[in-house]
Structure formats: structure tokens, C-alpha cells
């Protein structure tokens, strides 16, 4: 599976059902390719931190792929020129939640146009 973009608010709604946990973050400043190890919990106050944020809350980039059987890898940050990371973040399916169903979720905010474009 190829990178496909999807949305904060998308995967919020993700770790609100429960679908996914994240297992590892990995920080990487642009300038300095410098890595640090973020833990999962202190990744979740910050993007429930962003979220809080308003307007700023849709100023950040997400992407994903599949990376093995229950896991999805998300990219964050890389095209956004107002942030000096690059976050990379594996995710494990949580709770009997499927591919299928995750995608879905990921995907959620793009159905939604693409439908409101051809009613």
C-alpha cells in the first residue's frame, strides 16, 4: 500500500472507538535529522493537545500506510514548512478492529467530499 493522506480529526476519531493504539513515535528534526523517541502516552497529550489547538488543528499533514498485518505507519509533519519535525508513528489495531475498518476511518473525511462533489 502506497501512502495515502487522511486527517487529524480522522485518526482522533480512531483512538476515541478504541480501533488503534500507538505502539512506537519517532521524532526527526528537519535541520539536524536528529531522532528521538517520543513515548505513546506523551504523543497522545500533545495530538489531544493539537486538536484543542482550533485553528491550528488542521495545520499539519497526516499520512499513512500499511505496515504489516496490524499495523498502519502514519507521517506527520513532512510537507508542512511550519514544522520543524517530521513525526513517524506506528499504530496497532486495537479491539477486533479490522484493515477494512481502520481504512475506512482514516479515509473517512475524503469519502465524505468526494460523495458531497457528485450529489
Do not use: H
Amino acid at each position: 500500500m502506497m501512502e495515502r493522506s487522511t486527517t487529524a480529526k480522522d485518526l482522533q476519531k480512531l483512538f476515541n472507538e478504541y480501533m488503534v493504539i500507538v505502539t512506537s513515535v519517532t521524532v526527526t528534526n528537519k535541520d539536524t535529522n536528529q531522532k528521538n523517541e517520543v513515548t505513546p502516552e506523551q504523543f497522545m497529550n500533545d495530538f489531544e493537545w493539537y486538536m484543542e489547538s482550533g485553528i491550528f488543528a488542521d495545520s499539519l499533514d497526516f499520512k499513512y500506510e500499511l505496515a504489516g498485518n496490524n499495523n498502519i505507519k502514519l507521517f506527520i509533519g513532512y510537507v508542512s514548512g511550519y514544522c520543524d519535525n517530521c513525526i513517524d508513528v506506528v499504530l496497532q489495531f486495537a479491539n477486533g478492529a479490522t484493515l477494512d475498518q481502520v481504512v475506512d476511518g482514516l479515509n473517512a473525511t475524503y469519502t465524505a467530499f468526494l460523495a458531497s462533489l457528485s450529489a
